[in-house]
Structures are given as C-alpha cells and as structure tokens.
C-alpha cells in the first residue's frame, strides 16, 4: 500500500532576513577604532588648548554609535514563508517583536512579481481571497531573485496537487 503524504507537510519553509554586512564583531572593532582615533585627536587638541573641541569628538562617536544601534533594531524584522498542499502561511515580525500572520488557500494565491529591466525583481506579492501582501522587500536583488525562483516552484506543486 503505498504511502499518502500528509496534506499540511510543509513542501516549502523560508526565514527571510534583512542583510547586514557588519556584524557584532566587526560593529565592536568599528567603534573601538573610531573611539581611540576621537580620543587621539581630543587629546591633540586638547594638548594645543583648544579644549572645546573635545566635546564635539566624542559627539560624532556617540551619534554613529546611535545610528548603527537603530540599523541594527530594523534588521530584527523577518518574515517566515510556509507552503503546504493546504495553506500558505506568511508571518511577519515588525523589528518590535509584534508578529503579523497572513493565511491564504496556495490553489486561490497568485505571486505576483514586478520586475524593472535593470535592476530585477523590485516587489514581490502575494494575492488572493481579496488580500495583497508583499514579501521580502528587505531583500538584495540577488535574494530576491532565488526566493521568487524557489516560492514560485513550490508555489506551482502546491496546486498540482
């Protein structure tokens, strides 16, 4: 007899996370160097008396510092991307923590891609039952390109049933 597969066994499932180049260790030594270099010339200035420039050194370090901190804070959002024989579920987390969750019938979803001729893919949605939700805006042009290539795949054998 042979085996039936279990309708909801997931045939796709993807993470999908906003890039970022620098990660913790290489954040630390940024900052590390950029402090000794504010430090080295605050004291270069200080050492000639022009002490109030002092400040505005350790200012510079401290905003950048802010920046990277906020960088970091967005790239805690990602989506999670399931496709079943039955469902499509997408769950997107908000950088919060807050989790926004879309269920859709894979048989009644469209995936919709917009493409430009020199860039690619430029939007990615899904549509169906009335509801449009975009997907992997986070994304660089090449990851874009590889999941759009795998969703759609497994898009068209969640239909073929």
């Known amino acids: 007899m042979p085996e039936t597969k279990d309708a909801d066994e997931p045939i796709f499932s993807a993470m999908l996370t906003p890039h970022r180049s620098l990660g913790r260790t290489g954040f630390a030594i940024l900052m590390g160097v950029l402090g000794l270099i504010s430090l080295f010339v605050g004291l270069l200035f200080w050492s000639i008396g022009a002490w109030p420039i002092v400040g505005f050194f350790g200012l510079d370090v401290l905003l950048l510092y802010g920046a990277f ?47 430009h001729e020199e860039i690619g893919i430029t939007s990615m949605t899904v549509e169906g039952q009335g509801r449009r939700v975009p997907i992997g805006a986070f994304l660089n042009p090449d990851d874009r390109e590889s999941f759009a290539t795998a969703f759609g795949r497994a898009l068209a054998t969640a239909k073929a049933g």
């Open 69 to 115: 901190r906020l960088n970091y804070r967005s790239a805690r959002a990602r989506e999670e991307v399931t496709v079943s024989r039955t469902r499509l579920d997408i769950r997107k987390y908000a950088p919060s923590g807050k989790a926004e969750n879309h269920l859709f019938n894979p048989f009644w979803t469209r995936f919709a891609v917009s493409r």
